[in-house]
């Protein structure tokens, strides 16, 4: 199994730091490795602090189903082939905002998961971190 590096891992914080910085938004920012664990936090000044362990939540859902967490949520609805899979592996958070990050070879090695704002705009911050690698 491939990960993500520290230094990898760092590249997506700022990228997603930056993006934040544009969009005017203050974000908690989590990147895992393909085993889902915590390699890199990042907290901005004056963000939400019960966005903390939403962004994490958010990294690890979109590596435990490798797909971003908004897709994962339009089959968790009422009715859909998921409905309420958020019960399951200690909660998870099926709404934008978690996004996988993959290697050069098209190979996950983690997710990042953004949380702060709207979920579209977490979804956007996380996507700008994980095109950082």
């Given at each position: ?30 990147v ?92 956007t ?9």
């Open positions: 199994m491939s990960n993500i590096t520290l230094e990898q891992a760092r590249r997506v914080i700022d990228a997603a730091i930056k993006k934040s910085e544009e969009l005017g938004v203050k974000m908690n920012i989590a895992v490795d393909a085993g889902t664990n915590l390699v890199a936090f990042n907290k901005m000044d004056e963000a939400w602090l019960g966005s903390i362990d939403i962004s994490q939540k958010k990294a690890r859902t979109a590596r435990y189903f490798n797909m971003d967490t908004g897709e994962i949520g339009k089959l968790s609805q009422l009715g859909g082939p998921l409905y309420n899979i958020e019960h399951s592996n200690h909660g998870l958070i099926t709404f934008p905002g978690g996004v996988l990050i993959k290697d050069a070879n098209d190979k996950i090695i983690g997710a990042v998961g953004v949380s702060g704002s709207t979920v579209e705009d977490d979804h911050v996380a996507s700008a971190g994980a095109s950082a690698i």
